[in-house]
């Protein structure tokens, strides 16, 4: 099993939108790093959920519930993919981008490294001590 985390602004599909639809498809990721990540995930993968804009906080976890297939958003060719994610609980204590920076267990967090990146994988390590930190 894999540990991934995925960015969205709360304003255009937040955690509670994921658990109102129970699932979705992650699509439109227009990055190649992140196209190669959404590859990389596997049905059953635990998936953090972040969100990025003001909040800046993990707020959910979810999980990885069908493999990469074509984005069907695709229009130019390129070879974009998604993979569809269904909702597992809501962390009960959000992990904020600033708590992150503090603990130095989570110092090598791609988060913190490539803040850019909309997906990620996560170190097994980091993801028990996230979910440990959240409950």
């Not at 937040?14 to 959404?38: F, V």
């Not at 909702?87 to 204590?93: E, I």
Request: aromatic share 8%; proline share 5%.
């Amino acid at each position: 099993m894999n540990y991934w985390l995925v960015k969205s602004e709360p304003e255009e599909y937040s955690y509670k939108d994921l658990e109102a639809a129970q699932d979705t498809i992650w699509d439109g990721i227009r990055n190649y790093q992140a196209r190669n990540y959404l590859k990389e995930m596997k049905i059953g993968d635990q998936v953090l959920y972040y969100h990025s804009g003001k909040e800046k906080s993990i707020v959910g976890l979810a999980e990885v519930s069908e493999e990469a297939f074509p984005d069907k958003k695709d229009t130019d060719g390129k070879g974009w993919v998604a993979v569809r994610i269904k909702a597992k609980a809501v962390l009960k204590n959000p992990l904020s981008l600033e708590k992150i920076k503090e603990d130095p267990m989570l110092s090598e967090l791609p988060l913190l490294k490539q803040p850019r990146l909309s997906v990620m994988p996560v170190a097994k390590d980091a993801f028990d001590l996230i979910i440990k930190t959240c409950s």
